[in-house]
């Protein structure tokens, strides 16, 4: 995996009332960039991506915008923004730690030579396989909101 030195990357909503920054190692142009299949997902268009070994921290300019929904297994919070209705990623606060993923659609400028998204589905995963999974694949939060 082609790797650079430590780049950061930030997004938030549309309102910017949320707001979070991503840093990786990682190139862009090998990001893994998963399209959800659940109904939240599709519904939301959402194109979603995390780095184990990198970061990510949010932001709230006010936290009465912030709105965690909670579906399915209810493993993760996602995360909208109550003002513009955007979704921004979904974050897990484990027995490990917090970690996150990132609606690439709420960044802040495009990055060129990104993966198209690839479709994934999690339906038949049990509820410790997706904490597994989940800490595992999704990027430690240094700051949460």
């Not at 990055?111 to 904490?131: N, T």
Request: aromatic fraction near 10%; proline fraction near 3%.
């Amino acid at each position: 995996m082609a790797t650079v030195m430590s780049e950061t990357y930030e997004g938030g909503c549309h309102c910017r009332a949320l707001r979070w920054r991503f840093r990786t190692d990682v190139d862009p142009a090998h990001w893994v960039i998963r399209s959800c299949q659940c109904s939240f997902c599709r519904t939301h268009g959402a194109r979603c991506t995390s780095d184990p070994s990198g970061t990510v921290e949010f932001f709230a300019s006010d936290r009465r915008a912030l709105s965690r929904y909670r579906f399915g297994l209810k493993t993760a919070d996602f995360l909208i923004c109550k003002k513009c209705g955007v979704y921004i990623g979904a974050i897990l606060d484990g027995p490990d730690g917090c970690f996150a993923t990132l609606n690439l659609n709420s960044m802040k400028t495009l990055v060129e030579g990104l993966r198209d998204a690839a479709p994934a589905s999690y339906d038949s995963e049990e509820k410790d396989d997706r904490l597994e999974r989940r800490q595992a694949k999704w990027t430690p939060v240094t700051t949460a909101i």
